[in-house]
Structures are given as structure tokens and as C-alpha cells.
């Protein structure tokens, strides 16, 4: 993962994580699996994976904007979807 990750718990060698640290190793991983789905939906728009060719002001900042919106536009539907 890119950026600045969540503290989590390692094992030591040989030895075993107690209980506590495994249910915050668990909270952690939940909160991180979630912003990687958002990521890779995100990423479903190509325009924020492929490398932008138009060297206009702004342009890659609103290609991701729109990116983000279309993303959250799918999840919107889907979860009404779910609910007939």
C-alpha cells in the first residue's frame, strides 16, 4: 500500500500476537480494505489509471473529480438496487 500506513501489530519472530493485538489488527485491515476497494473502483474509469496526455490547467484534477463522482454514482445505484 502507498502512503502512510495504519499502525498495525507484527508478529514477533517466533512468537505469537496476543488477542488484543489481533482485534486491532483486524479493525485496521477493515478500515484499509475498504479504502482499497474505493481505490480500485475508482481506477475502473481509466482516466485516473492511464497517464493524461492534455497538459491543461486543472484538467487531471477534474478528470479525477469526475472519476470519483462516477464512482460514487455506482455505488448509489447498487445499494438501491439491493434494497427492492
Given at each position: 500500500?502507498?502512503g502512510r500506513n495504519l499502525p498495525?501489530?507484527?508478529?514477533?519472530?517466533?512468537?505469537?500476537?496476543?488477542?488484543?493485538?489481533?482485534?486491532?489488527?483486524?479493525?485496521?485491515?477493515?478500515?484499509?480494505?475498504r479504502g482499497e476497494h474505493a481505490?480500485?473502483?475508482?481506477?475502473?474509469?481509466?482516466?485516473?489509471?492511464?497517464?493524461?496526455?492534455?497538459?491543461?490547467?486543472?484538467?487531471?484534477?477534474?478528470?479525477?473529480?469526475?472519476?470519483?463522482?462516477?464512482?460514487?454514482?455506482?455505488?448509489?445505484?447498487?445499494?438501491?438496487?439491493?434494497?427492492?
Amino acid at each position: 500500500m502507498r502512503g502512510r500506513n495504519l499502525p498495525a501489530e507484527k508478529k514477533p519472530p517466533k512468537g505469537e500476537l496476543t488477542p488484543a493485538e489481533k482485534r486491532t489488527n483486524r479493525k485496521f485491515a477493515r478500515i484499509r480494505v475498504r479504502g482499497e476497494h474505493a481505490i480500485s473502483g475508482i481506477k475502473r474509469a481509466r482516466v485516473a489509471k492511464d497517464v493524461l496526455r492534455n497538459t491543461k490547467d486543472g484538467f487531471s484534477d477534474l478528470a479525477m473529480v469526475i472519476a470519483c463522482g462516477l464512482h460514487n454514482l455506482r455505488i448509489q445505484i447498487r445499494k438501491r438496487a439491493l434494497r427492492l
